[in-house]
């Protein structure tokens, strides 16, 4: 097969087998885990042999009309380049992980058919928006994705929580995509073409009227879809989903997918400074904040949240600076990392019962229960602190050597001071990645109290994803001289200075919050507060899913939020101060938008109710009751007595003929 067959079957064979899935998953049961593992893996196979065969060489091109439209065509296009080839990789890898995971971690869930179908739909689409060298096929994909995530994140939709999360994040990620989808006409419409290589060629002949306008409306876009601020907010509250959900949204799919647009159009972005520069500091105030917050949070699932936010801020803040290479870097490290740690929480829930930091850390003995759990969590939580030589290590350093460079001049893609924004936010959020980091271990794997409860060896389906994807999690990093060439020759080697300044800064977060912990410790502040009561699931031998749905259910009633929980011995509590009862619930942005959007929309619906039922049903009442009464007065001559009805036809007769013997006098008169 050619590669273009080939690349072509990468997205096709996830979506046959969602489609196979969900025609069979009544009838025949028995097919729904092989048609989910099966389809997904052997795309998985092909998008390697694609990436082999591309080599990261000269791009592969393909395209036919799809339809004319009278005025710009759509093309069914592909194009393959180093960065698609890798990313469709990371993507497809990630997502037979998390097939293979569910078919245990959902092991006796009703709905898991059409679960498993949403998920190899998902991943179709954002294969497709990868692969794809059309931005209407690009779009397509786009929204299937934001389609799948409403279904998926309101998996459990037994739960308030899942249900407000699923909205949530449909009508965020779409008050994004309003803007998004009229730069994208407006891109095409000054390019001629929807082609990215049409674009692009009329990029750099200058033929682009207004670049700045189109990369701005394209910005709202990715802010939504990569959950940048200020439309980040539906991420973290988006946990209320199945875990594998979570590490698939997280580590290849929809949130990924803006980053990877930027870094395809990146010239457009390039050819205004201005966007550049808004861009830069979008991904400043995403790393700080969602840093601050991952400190505050209680549930492991939403630390991990916000650490994904300020991941998407780094590579956010590479493509401010003009470099793509290190974006992506950090995307597909980020992706090996990320993922595993998802469902290395997944395991954790299951065996503590609880999502909850401030229970975990009164529970003794976690590691024994899930030591393949607690090795690639280690292992993963070091490469999002970035510690040498983990793969988060080399991906971060790509980051800032390019701010580094940028803002020293050496770089002249972007303003200089777009690159001292990213450096010296990228600094400030590798202290605090190393300080939330450090407390999720502690506080999960370093508990004070009774023991965790014993479900014997969870399930090989589960914990083998764990090791496969701790490999890349250590390892990948060490490829960056490889790589040089599949992303665009830009080197991803660290430089002493960036490496010395950032792992430091990353040692001495971690070493803080050990202190604080310690301190708390000595203090006697984790003897002082004890579990409460119904923060623990009680039933520890279900299936890790249900376990999962009781204790997202749970925390809002035990600890009075979803987010946080008033635990003294927190050492994330000691080192934020004040700061901390803001950091839980995201800086009040939710407030903020609820005032500004929510309530105006509720009293708009309102009047549009009271002006529907006051004063339009009132009109169509009136008309009702008109006639009634018409019919009323109609149905008293409706007697039934023939001689009344002669009677009044005989009146009728004579009176029509004294009218007319009237009229003829009065005209012969006149």
Partial sequence: MTTTTLAVLVPLLPFLGAAAGLLLGRTAPGFVRPLAVLPTLTSAVLAVVVAVRQGGGEAIDAATRLTPTGSVPIDLALYLDGFAVLVAVLVAVVASCVQIYSTAYLRDDPRYPSYAALVSLFTSAMLLVVYSGDLIVLLVGWEIMGICSYFLVGHYWETPEARAASLKAFLVTKLGDVPFLIGLFALATDAGTFQITGVLGSVAAGGIDHPTLVALLLLAGVAGKSAQFPLHTWLPDAMAGPTPVSALIHAATMVAAGIYFVARLLPLFAASAAALTVLAVMAAFTMVGSGLAALAQDDIKRVLAYSTIGQLGYMAGALAVGDRGAAVFHLLAHGAFKALLFLAAGVIIHAAGTNSLAAMSRMSDLPKRVPD???????????????????????????????????????????????????????????????????????????????????????????????????????????????????????????????????????????????????????????????????????????????????????????????????????????????????????????????????????????????????????????????????????????????????ALLAGTAVLAIAAVVLSNVNAGS
């Fill in 373 to 647: 759990a607690y090795w690639t969590m280690t292992v993963a939580l070091l490469a999002l602190a970035a510690i040498p030589p983990f793969a988060g290590f080399f991906s971060k350093e790509a980051v800032l050597v390019a701010a580094e460079h940028t803002a020293l001049g050496e770089s002249d893609v972007a303003p200089g001071a777009a690159g001292w924004t990213v450096l010296v936010a990228g600094l400030l959020t590798a202290f605090l990645t190393a300080a939330y980091a450090t407390r999720l271990w502690l506080l999960a794997f370093r508990g004070r109290g009774a023991e965790a409860p014993d479900h014997g060896r969870e399930p090989l389906a589960m914990t083998s994803v764990l090791w496969l994807l701790a490999v890349p999690s250590f390892g990948f990093g060490l490829t960056y001289g490889y790589f040089d060439g599949w992303f665009d020759g830009h080197g991803l080697a660290p430089t002493l200075t960036t490496a010395v300044l950032g792992t430091g800064i990353a040692v001495v977060g971690g070493l803080l919050t050990y202190a604080a912990w310690r301190s708390l410790l000595a203090r006697g502040a984790l003897a002082a507060a004890g579990t409460p009561a119904g923060a623990v699931t009680p039933h520890p031998d279900a299936a890790p899913s249900v376990i999962e749905a009781d204790a997202i259910t749970a925390h809002t009633p035990v600890y009075g939020s979803i987010a946080a929980a008033c635990d003294p011995a927190d050492p994330g509590r000691m080192l934020l101060g004040p700061l901390h009862r803001h950091a839980a619930v995201g800086f009040h942005l939710d407030a903020v938008y609820h005032v500004l959007f929510v309530r105006p929309v509720q009293a708009g619906a309102g009047l549009v109710r009271f002006l529907d039922r006051e004063v339009v049903d009132t009109y169509v009442r009136g008309a009702a009751t008109g006639s009634n009464w018409l019919g009323l007065l109609v149905r008293r001559a409706q007697t039934g007595n023939v001689q009344t009805y002669v009677g």
